[in-house]
């Protein structure tokens, strides 16, 4: 079975222009987080959606906006990118809402952006 | 706010030594606890999780972890690492069912584990 599947792995984009990441869940996952991961720090979290809801929001600024489609995949949007959004954007898909035994999250490779 | 601190940055280990990766969190309430692991150029991958119940909590992989409430603590264990554990490892905290924050991870800043042969 396909796990978390994230494209594009890698990309290059200038100052202030615009990204979009997109992400699969794994077969029948209904939620899909997304976290920033910069060089040398842990991941952060920007996005949980759940039923194509969003559910929870990190620290992160308007900038940063996302979607979940009714297939249960997800983009995550980035306008006016900055030097300091360059990092590791990791998806993520669990089965439900929620935190509990059986509800595992799974993390995808990633997406490496790099703002020059 | 939730927070976690690995106390560690990197951990130099031989191989078929014992490792112990040191991982607290700051929460006011109760929390479920992770740690995951990070191979170069890789996503995260699971080890082991505590939600509830025994206070020691075995994973993939032969790591075990340990939680301890009154100190705060969730520190992650091996007792004979191999080459192929060496990688960068997380720690992470996330409030139990009915809180705000739904799937939200709150993650340590990792430990990267170079095991020597």
């Known amino acids: 079975d396909a796990g978390v599947t994230q494209s594009p792995t890698h990309l290059i984009k200038t100052r202030g222009q615009h990204v979009t990441l997109r992400c699969s869940p794994i077969?029948?996952?209904?939620?899909v987080s997304w976290y920033q991961q910069v060089l040398g720090q842990g991941p952060q979290f920007i996005f949980q959606y759940y039923e194509k809801e969003e559910r929870g929001r990190g620290n992160f600024p308007d900038r940063f906006s996302a979607r979940q489609f009714p297939n249960y995949s997800s983009e995550l949007n980035v306008n006016a990118l900055l030097l300091g959004d360059s990092a590791l954007y990791l998806c993520?898909?669990?089965?439900?809402?929620?935190?509990?035994?059986?509800?595992?999250?799974?993390f995808g490779e990633g997406s490496w952006l790099t703002v020059v | 706010a939730q927070s976690v601190t690995q106390l560690d940055s990197q951990v130099p280990v031989f191989e078929e030594a014992p490792v112990e990766l040191r991982c607290n969190y700051s929460s006011s309430v109760s929390v479920y606890l992770f740690w995951y692991v990070q191979y170069p150029n890789q996503g995260l991958q699971l080890l082991l999780k505590y939600l509830s119940g025994s206070t020691l909590v075995k994973g993939i992989n032969g790591f075990e972890a340990e939680f301890n409430k009154s100190q705060t603590s969730f520190h992650l264990r091996k007792p004979s690492v191999h080459i192929s554990d060496t990688a960068e490892y997380f720690c992470?905290?996330?409030?139990?069912?009915?809180?705000?924050?739904?799937?939200?991870?709150?993650f340590g800043g990792g430990t990267r584990v170079l095991v020597k042969p």
């Open positions: 992470a905290v996330s409030d139990p069912p009915g809180g705000a924050a739904g799937n939200k991870l709150t």
């Open positions: 993520a898909s669990s089965l439900v809402q929620g935190l509990f035994d059986g509800n595992t999250i799974y």
């Open positions: 077969s029948g996952h209904k939620s």
